[in-house]
């Protein structure tokens, strides 16, 4: 990469010098859906198809911040406020350095996703409902954890014994209960590029 | 930037990935030093120096940590533990994004940043301590905080009300009572060839 023209004025770089290295906006993709939905498998493939793209993208999810930032948090009402809270705070920092961000967490009440759209720049936030009938997830179910949910060994399970509050104005939904991985990655995909994010 | 060999396995990409892409490594760069010592002014001058080289890097402060993500917390010891770790947690995260990233907090207890130390990987955090005499800071005292701790006006102030450890075997000290800022930010682009980070 060549160096571009940045001005050496007070302060750090900005969004816009980041932005135009990396030929691409920093933006936050929150996919939201039940557990076995498809937000992980959908994530880690649009996550793929950019990278071969050449653009900067990374994923939060359970695994890097619920042992890690939220490592203190629990599963109450309180705690998975704070959840969507922190991590909505760390994708707005990752969508400042320029980098496309995407997040794959249940994030069940539309109240939390609000919140976090309104932290953002305008149409830096695109939310991507993952839908999948309940019966269709419990099939899938690769942790075996609807089957524990079912069971009341896991309480306030989304979808089984806690609420899950679907997204009324997404900017996308993808229906796994019919499309493939690809299908859903390449909407997307094409998602991205209608907004002239890349 | 043309795409790379990625391995299309299950699981997310790596640190691996971004940093065979970045052609860097991904690395903490941990400024410590009284308030006015100059981890602001360094950090900024390292993150446009290593952009203009090419490099992908990103600053943590407090204008993007404690208006966000930290907004919660005071100047409590508790608060402060929590500060502390929580913004290691995040540098995490981009070093596994495999950014180059600097935080520039003044972190003054040492047990904080043993413990962000000790999340990262072996040779991952550099702590760079920016010595500076009380009596320079003072003098600098660029938004007139001293002047105010002096007062009584601001409790638990670092340096004056409330103590500072200074780092005992950093990877780097910068000493800004005589040192330009050239200087100083030399001397850690210098310390990241040497660690191979870049």
């Known amino acids: 990469m060549k160096a571009t023209n940045i001005v050496w004025s007070d302060g750090y770089l900005t969004s816009t010098d980041f932005e135009k290295r990396f030929k691409q906006k920093g933006c936050v993709i929150w996919f939201t859906g039940l557990s076995g939905s498809g937000k992980s498998t959908i994530s880690e493939r649009v996550q793929k198809e950019l990278f071969e793209m050449?653009?900067?993208?990374?994923?939060?999810?359970?695994?890097?911040?619920?042992?890690?930032?939220?490592?203190?948090?629990?599963?109450s009402p309180d705690d998975r406020v704070e959840n969507i809270r922190r991590i909505g705070e760390v994708a707005k920092l990752f969508r400042q350095a320029g980098i496309i961000v995407l997040t794959a967490f249940i994030s069940p009440y539309r109240k939390d996703r609000d919140t976090v759209r309104e932290i953002m720049d305008e149409g830096s936030f695109l939310e991507v409902y993952v839908e999948a009938d309940i019966e269709t997830c419990k099939k899938r179910d690769p942790k075996g954890l609807y089957e524990k949910a079912i069971a009341g060994k896991i309480p306030e399970f989304t979808g089984i014994s806690a609420p899950y509050e679907e997204p009324l104005k997404p900017e996308l939904t993808v229906d796994t209960n019919g499309e493939t991985v690809e299908q859903s990655a390449r909407h997307v995909i094409d998602l991205l590029k209608s907004r002239k994010i890349i």
């Not at 993208?57 to 890690?68: A, E, P, Q, S, T």
């Open 54 to 75: 050449g653009h900067i993208v990374y994923v939060l999810d359970g695994d890097n911040v619920r042992h890690g930032l939220n490592k203190d948090l629990g599963f």
